[in-house]
Each structure stands twice: as structure tokens, then as C-alpha cells.
């Protein structure tokens, strides 16, 4: 846990993280500073499914392990005007 937050671990941040913390954070993270990372992470997850499945991937499997779709989404609806 402490490498995924790269903070100190606490019972807050364990109970944060039991509420299902992590994976709003990451998608503000992917928001907001980690926007240039955010291609690059969906490739290095793509790659490793297209030379499992010999250049062709099981889509629900591909599909939920993509966050540009939906930080699209989110920029799109101008969600980030909430966020500052």
C-alpha cells in the first residue's frame, strides 16, 4: 500500500483505500497532472494483451483496462471546471 500511495500508511488512508480511494485518485491523477502519461500507460497495458492473444485481445478485458476513453468522457462533460 505504501508503494501505490507512496505516502506513509495510516488507518485513514487503509480505510480510504477498503472505501475504493485508489481508483479515484488515480482517475484525478489522469485528470489533471498525469494527462501526458496517460497514452503511454494505456499502450504498455495494451501491449502485453495483443502478444498474449497473438495480435487479437478478449475487448471486455482490453476495454476496462483503458482510462483515455474515459477521461475523455470526463473532459468532455468540462468536469475538470469542478475539480480547481
Same mark, same amino acid.
Given at each position: 500500500?505504501?508503494?501505490? #500511495?507512496?505516502?506513509?500508511?495510516?488507518?485513514? $488512508?487503509?480505510? &480510504? *483505500?477498503?472505501?475504493?480511494?485508489? !481508483? /479515484? @485518485?488515480?482517475m484525478?491523477? #489522469?485528470?489533471?497532472?498525469?494527462?501526458?502519461? $496517460?497514452?503511454? &500507460? *494505456?499502450?504498455?497495458?495494451?501491449? !502485453? /494483451? @495483443?502478444?498474449?492473444?497473438?495480435?487479437?485481445?478478449?475487448?471486455?478485458?482490453?476495454?476496462?483496462?483503458?482510462?483515455?476513453p474515459?477521461?475523455?468522457?470526463l473532459e468532455?462533460?468540462?468536469?475538470?471546471?469542478?475539480?480547481?
Open positions: 500500500m505504501s508503494r501505490c #500511495y507512496e505516502v506513509e500508511v495510516t488507518l485513514d $488512508l487503509v480505510e &480510504r *483505500d477498503d472505501n475504493g480511494c485508489y !481508483p /479515484q @485518485l488515480r484525478h491523477y #489522469y485528470l489533471t497532472l498525469g494527462r501526458e502519461f $496517460l497514452t503511454n &500507460r *494505456d499502450a504498455k497495458r495494451a501491449k !502485453p /494483451q @495483443l502478444e498474449a492473444g497473438e495480435n487479437s485481445i478478449c475487448q471486455p478485458d482490453f476495454n476496462k483496462g483503458q482510462l483515455l474515459a477521461v475523455l468522457l468532455n462533460l468540462n468536469l475538470l471546471q469542478f475539480l480547481r
